[in-house]
């Protein structure tokens, strides 16, 4: 999700990628995936940077062909070795996708999921409102899609792995305007869970990550979101919001052996703003 003028300084991503500008190297020899890039702002950006800066090596999606000619610059600046077409909703562009990694890669470390969406009726919409077919979209691009990947990524994370998912406050509590989506993610973060009990006795971990609200495009379709962003700002322990490189820097934590003893959990990043009435 975008930086914010709210916020504190962000944390800045290079213009340019340099190897030279590596700030470790804990992810060293590391292969993973990140769905989701959009444009520089945009959450999976922000974590497939600072994956690429502890040393990761990685492979990105793009939605469409209208989307690529902004995704593929970012997949030049952090110096992707993959870049590659992914519509959830098109049939056999998933599979596609992990085929292309088998074959390149022949095996996977970490997979990082952040795509989301729901028809703008339905999203703007009262919950008791919601249409079928916009509920089913919802869960099918927003939820099913993380199954889907998971099953894909067990195969080739024959050393174990990681797989991520992104979600936020509103799956636990009630967040005005936040509508149809409050129960999608709800069932993403029990996704979590129980992905993370199946696929343990593997050495696969799962987490969902709980960023608070982010100047997004994807966060624009959300209806009154500027005053969101507002209240967050005021409630918040640190009156602020988190950035982009804050929410990578968890990413490439959890993806590494720091946290090779968790798993199963909603990590929230959002400086504290969930712990407060």
Not at 37 to 48: L, M, T
Request: aromatic share 8%.
């Amino acid at each position: 999700m975008a930086r914010l003028d709210l916020a504190r300084p962000a944390d800045p991503l290079p213009k340019v990628w340099d190897p030279e500008s590596r700030i470790g190297d804990m992810l060293r020899g590391k292969r993973g995936l990140v769905i989701g890039v959009a444009n520089e702002h945009s959450i999976a950006f922000g974590c497939a940077a600072k994956l690429r800066a502890f040393g990761a090596e990685l492979a990105l999606t793009y939605l469409n062909e209208k989307a690529e000619r902004f995704v593929r610059p970012l997949a030049e600046r952090i110096d992707a070795e993959l870049l590659l077409p992914l519509d959830v909703e098109r049939p056999g562009q998933l599979e596609a996708v992990f085929e292309r990694i088998a074959s390149q890669w022949g095996r996977l470390d970490f997979v990082i999921h952040s795509i989301a969406f729901a028809p703008h009726d339905d999203l703007h919409g009262r919950v008791v409102d919601c249409s079928l077919a916009g509920f089913q979209q919802a869960m099918r691009v927003s939820c099913y899609s993380f199954i889907e990947m998971a099953r894909l990524a067990e195969p080739l994370m024959t050393e174990g792995g990681a797989l991520l998912t992104m979600s936020y406050y509103g799956a636990d509590k009630v967040i005005n305007h936040y509508n149809i989506m409050g129960p999608v993610k709800a069932a993403l973060e029990a996704t979590t869970r129980y992905l993370s009990a199946e696929l343990g006795e593997k050495n696969i971990r799962v987490f969902a990550v709980s960023p608070g609200p982010l100047k997004t495009r994807a966060a624009s379709g959300i209806d009154q979101f500027d005053e969101l962003v507002a209240a967050a700002v005021a409630r918040s322990p640190g009156r602020r919001l988190v950035d982009i490189a804050e929410v990578g820097r968890v990413v490439a934590f959890l993806v590494g052996a720091g946290a090779s003893g968790m798993s199963g959990d909603t990590i929230y990043v959002d400086a504290g703003l969930h712990n407060i009435a």
